[in-house]
């Protein structure tokens, strides 16, 4: 039987951060990965994830301040390029626009309101839906680099990470917790379940609380589009109803653009193929809100959400088990700080 301080299950995003904290902090720390350390069937794989401050949350405002510190930590320690500034702009719903400026303002952030006729001129590649909010230091992450990065930092800090390893069930024992794994047992005195849309599969497994929210797992599928070289792309949020539309420059792909959480809901282990209704709906926007893409999709990607009814994150711990999945389709850009948080909840009491 292994022994460990902290077993973390899953090494996407979320997992990887929590070991990579942990490790980095002394602690012995394993880390499991049923797949590889670079695989496309979770939440966490691609070259580009919105790194944005402009939330309708205050909450999230200083969340994002807080992981914006922790990349540029991560890059330093690393050497790795993670985040590039390429600003960010919110568009759309009055009522929304008006939430993200208020917050920002509310922080101290820097952010500029413009009408769309000023819009339009900045950044001809998109078309404006009423007044919009330029924020500065919003930009795109490099996903895939990121995991790999925390792999690689959390093995240089000590951290055992373990691919192609399944965690199978959990039970409370006088030390902390045992799991069964697809490699043998493992001890722990904390247990992390970061398995993004595996976790609720998971819970019936685990010693956790029945009061977790509802957990839904859906395919979604965020589209490329060529575009001429040399067009500057903000990151962009399209607040609309029912669905909102977001994107970012994709570089060597051109321009990636998604819909937010209207994907079919799925069992993460069944194949996915590609929802050819949802492209369509996608080159009609195109067609319509990004004069300077070509609104024929080159390809698409497949990708789960676990969301939760509010779209908030679900980081609790009960007894020596952290539940940590924060999701609903836009966690990626606070990983370091949901590390350092998580670390910090699993070496609590
Ligand atoms: C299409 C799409 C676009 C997004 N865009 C943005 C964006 O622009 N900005 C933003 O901030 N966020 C965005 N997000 C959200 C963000 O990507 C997720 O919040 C984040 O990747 C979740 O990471 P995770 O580690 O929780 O899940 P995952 O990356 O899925 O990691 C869970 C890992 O656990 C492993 N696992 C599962 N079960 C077991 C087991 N039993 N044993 C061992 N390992 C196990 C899985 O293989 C997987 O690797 C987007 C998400 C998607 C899907």
Not at 151 to 164: K, P, W
Request: proline letters at 7%; a negative charge; hydrophobic letters at 45%.
């Amino acid at each position: 039987m292994t022994r460990t301080d902290l077993l973390v299950v899953g090494g996407g995003a979320m997992g990887s951060a929590t070991a990579w904290w942990a490790a980095r902090s002394g602690r012995s720390v394993t880390l499991l990965e049923r797949h590889s350390g670079h695989h496309a069937h979770g939440s966490s794989h691609g070259r580009s994830r919105i790194f944005r401050l402009a939330y309708r949350e205050a909450a999230y405002v200083a969340l994002a301040r807080e992981a914006y510190d922790l990349w540029r930590l991560l890059e330093s320690e690393s050497g790795a390029a993670l985040l590039e500034v390429t600003g960010g702009v919110d568009h759309g719903s009055p009522a929304s626009v008006a939430a993200v400026a208020e917050h920002l303002g509310a922080a101290g952030v820097p952010y500029s309101l413009l009408s769309p006729a000023e819009a339009g001129e900045r950044w001809p590649a998109l078309r404006f839906d009423g007044d919009v909010v330029h924020q500065p230091d919003a930009g795109r992450l490099d996903a895939d680099a990121v995991v790999t990065t925390l792999h690689g930092e959390a093995i240089r800090h000590g951290a055992d990470v373990r691919f192609s390893t399944v965690a199978l069930a959990a039970q409370e024992t006088p030390y902390g917790v045992a799991v069964s794994t697809t490699s043998g047992p493992i001890e722990a005195r904390v247990v992390v379940v970061a398995a993004g849309a595996w976790l609720p599969g998971l819970l019936p497994s685990l010693p956790v609380p029945d009061d977790l929210p509802a957990f839904r797992v859906t395919q979604e599928q965020p589209v490329y589009f060529p575009c001429a070289a040399g067009v500057s792309w903000p990151s962009f949020i399209h607040w609309r109803d029912p669905v909102a539309m977001y994107g970012l420059a994709a570089p060597g792909d051109g321009v990636k653009a998604g819909e937010h959480g209207s994907g079919r809901v799925v069992d993460p282990d069944a194949p996915r193929p590609v929802d050819a209704a949802a492209v369509a709906r996608m080159e009609a926007y195109a067609a319509e809100w990004l004069p300077g893409a070509v609104p024929v999709a080159t390809r698409a990607d497949s990708c789960l959400y676990t969301s939760t009814p509010d779209e908030s994150f679900v980081l609790r711990r009960s007894g020596n088990v952290v539940v940590c999945s924060p999701c609903s389709g836009h966690g990626f850009k606070f990983v370091p700080a949901i590390g350092r948080r998580t670390a910090g909840l699993a070496a609590a009491g």
